[in-house]
C-alpha cells in the first residue's frame, strides 16, 4: 500500500513538472513513506528530471497553384514499364482450339497519341486497334511461342519495349470414333493337296 501511495505522488509530482516546474524533491518520512514534491523540503534531495522528448513533423511541401510548370514532351515519354499479363511466363495453355489472348500493361497508362505493337515469334500481330492493349490470336499451332510488345509515339518511335515471355501451346488429340476402322485380314492358308495313287496295270491279274 505504502508503495502505491509513494508511485501515485510520484506520477502525480511528474505530471506538474511536466507542465512547467523544472525541479522536484522527495524524502521520506518517519513512517518511511517516500514522499515527492516541487516544494524544497528540510532533508529533501533534489531529483533531476531529463527534459521530456520532443518530435516535431516536418510541414509539408506547399506549391503555389500559379507556379507549376508545364508537362513536357520528354516527361510525357517517360513510361516507366511495359508488361505482358496475359499469357504468364512459362505458361501451357491446354485445348483452346488455338485461341491465345494476349493482354498488356503500361505504366502510367498509354497516353493519347501512343500505340501498342503485339509481336507473335518477331511477326506483327496487325489484326486489332492501334489503341488496344490485348489481341486474339487464331489458328496458334501447338508447341513454344514467343510474345513481345512495344509502345509506340506518334511518330512511330519506339518508347517502351516489353520484356519477351516465352509460353506453350498443346492440344490434346482425340480419335475420330466416326472414322471406320480397317482390320487385317485373316490369312489364308492353302488348302492340302490330295494324295494321287499310281494306276494299276490293266492286265495284272488280281
Given amino acids: ?36 514534491s516541487d516544494v524544497p523540503q528540510d532533508g529533501a534531495e533534489t531529483v533531476v528530471l531529463q527534459p521530456p522528448a520532443t518530435y516535431s513533423a516536418p510541414r509539408p511541401a506547399t506549391t503555389p497553384s500559379g507556379s507549376r510548370q508545364p508537362v513536357t514532351d520528354d516527361e510525357q515519354d517517360g513510361y516507366e514499364g511495359l508488361t505482358i499479363v496475359s499469357p504468364g511466363a512459362e505458361e501451357t495453355i491446354w485445348n483452346t482450339a488455338g485461341v491465345i489472348k494476349v493482354a498488356v500493361s503500361p505504366t502510367p497508362a498509354l497516353l493519347e497519341g501512343h500505340s501498342v505493337n503485339i509481336y507473335l515469334n518477331g511477326q506483327l500481330i496487325a489484326e486489332k486497334a492501334p489503341t488496344s492493349l490485348s489481341a486474339e490470336l487464331t489458328e496458334v499451332p501447338r508447341g513454344e511461342h ?38 487385317p485380314s485373316p490369312a489364308v492358308r492353302p488348302r492340302p493337296r490330295a494324295l494321287q495313287l499310281p494306276a494299276r496295270p490293266a492286265n495284272r491279274p488280281v
Fill in 1 to 36: 500500500m505504502k508503495l502505491r501511495l509513494a508511485i501515485g505522488s510520484f506520477f502525480a509530482v511528474l505530471l506538474a513538472t511536466a507542465a512547467g516546474a523544472e525541479q522536484i524533491y522527495r524524502w521520506v518520512d518517519e513512517q518511511g513513506l517516500v514522499h515527492y
Fill in 146 to 183: 514467343t510474345v513481345t510488345a512495344e509502345i509506340l509515339d506518334a511518330n512511330g518511335r519506339v518508347l517502351m519495349s516489353a520484356q519477351p515471355i516465352t509460353f506453350f501451346y498443346r492440344q490434346t488429340l482425340i480419335p475420330n470414333i466416326n472414322t471406320p476402322r480397317i482390320r
